[in-house]
């Protein structure tokens, strides 16, 4: 057609969030953390609504502060989404060897968990006594409220409870509320019979540069793993964990 002009309409773009994804893209530039002058000054916003923005990304777990440091580090939640994009394969290769140890001295099943979004999908498994069971549950996903593995990630990482308040408005109650405060607290979550009869666990949290990025769980018969020798298992999971990561560091 002759003297027709096409124009194809630019979309609106919303301010507020076009600020939020350039500041994230400059702390990730500065190798994941800055301070609010060079974050200001990069963006060209201003410091007080930087301010306000980080404040708002810290409140939802994308951006968070570290004790004795003035630089905004990313949070859990947006290394969450860089782990969706390919990062499961590494963290399942060096944790293996720590699921195995974990499995050996407990008798009982390992299981390695990551949060993907608002639920917890499992990225290994070691089962000692059933080895060819355990590849059944890899890959498998699971609602956070109701299972240990899900209530570290709740207790440990920010913003994670206002997602699942988001797309499930009743899920976290008070009790549910309770166990997570007791889980900061201990450092552990344990599951009796919640998420299957019969069956108790143990779960801890896997830190990395201080960002919880999966869960280390124990699964066991509940008559083999009553409550009291669940929180010794627990502590047998920290030591491990730790030489882990002293290993890592190496």
């Known amino acids: 057609m002759t003297g027709t002009c096409i124009v194809e309409n630019t979309p609106k773009l919303i ?5 939020s994804a350039a500041i994230l893209e400059i702390i990730a530039q500065e190798g994941g953390a800055a301070r609010l002058q060079r974050i ?38 947006i290394l969450n989404l860089a782990r969706i994009a390919g990062d499961d394969t590494r963290l399942r290769t060096h944790l293996r060897p720590m ?7 407990s008798g009982a099943t390992a299981w390695l968990a990551v949060p993907s979004g608002d639920e917890a999908t499992y990225l290994d498994i ?12 890899i890959g498998r996903r699971e609602r956070l409220e109701g299972s240990a593995v899900g209530l570290v990630f709740l207790a440990f990482v920010p913003g994670l409870g206002k997602r699942v308040l988001a797309t499930r408005a009743n899920a976290l109650g008070q009790d549910i509320r309770t166990q ?3 889980v ?48 010794r298992m627990a502590w047998m999971m920290m030591r491990h964990a730790g030489c882990a990561r002293f290993n890592n560091a190496e």
């Open 15 to 19: 301010q507020s969030i076009e600020r």
């Open 40 to 77: 200001a000054s990069v963006s060209g916003i201003g410091k007080t609504t930087a301010h306000n923005i980080l404040q708002t990304l810290g409140q939802l777990g994308y951006v968070q502060r570290r004790p004795g440091d003035m630089r905004y580090h990313l949070g859990g939640r």
């Open 99 to 105: 699921l195995e140890a974990i499995a050996r001295e």
């Open 126 to 137: 070691v089962d000692i006594a059933n080895p060819a069971m355990a590849t059944s549950g």
């Open 180 to 182: 997570i405060e007791a």
């Open 184 to 231: 900061r607290i201990s450092g552990y979550a344990l599951d009796l019979q919640a998420y299957q009869a019969g069956l108790h666990g143990v779960a801890i949290p896997w830190r990395e540069n201080g960002e919880v990025r999966a869960s280390i769980c124990l699964t066991g018969s509940a008559a083999q793993f009553p409550r009291h020798r669940l929180a």
